[in-house]
């Protein structure tokens, strides 16, 4: 069986210095992170979610294997493009991707409101480590578009 292997096709990342700072954002709230107080398979979701929604190849690939490595379902990680849609996603759960659609989207009328159902889950630590990793998400999945970065077959 052929393994996707990855290319970039646009720059090197290396010819960035933005580089480094996308890597300490990823050590502090990337897949990796080790002191996150967010629940480590709902912080997956919502990485996944932004893959998603950004149409990064590279992170959708990533971000899912790593879901079902930590243990979420298959469910789950299939059917993340429309957990708004299902029963699969607990409440707390629907409440924070709403909350990362809406900072990944830019909303701003609003935003309040996704806010505020945040506050029913989670405490104001918990709601500030959801939005980094939202926020960390989106800068890798900008630059891994920038730079080209797509999947093939070897």
Request: net charge positive; with cysteine; glycine share 4%.
């Amino acid at each position: 069986m052929s393994s996707v292997k990855f290319k970039n096709t646009r720059f090197n990342p290396e010819s960035t210095p933005f580089l480094d700072i996308a890597k300490q954002m990823a050590e502090a709230f990337g897949y990796t992170a080790k002191n996150l107080k967010t629940d480590s398979k709902l912080a997956q979701l919502i990485r996944l979610r932004v893959a998603q929604k950004n149409e990064c190849a590279y992170c959708v690939i990533l971000h899912a294997k790593t879901a079902r490595e930590i243990g979420i379902g298959e469910e789950k990680v299939d059917n993340i493009s429309s957990w708004y849609n299902s029963e699969l996603f607990t409440i707390k759960e629907k409440a924070a991707l709403a909350y990362c659609d809406a900072l990944t989207d830019g909303k701003k009328v609003g935003f309040q409101r996704f806010h505020h159902a945040m506050t029913q889950y989670f405490n104001e630590v918990e709601i500030a480590e959801i939005a980094a990793v939202v926020i960390n998400m989106n800068v890798w999945t900008r630059l891994k578009l920038a730079q080209g970065e797509i999947p093939y077959f070897e």
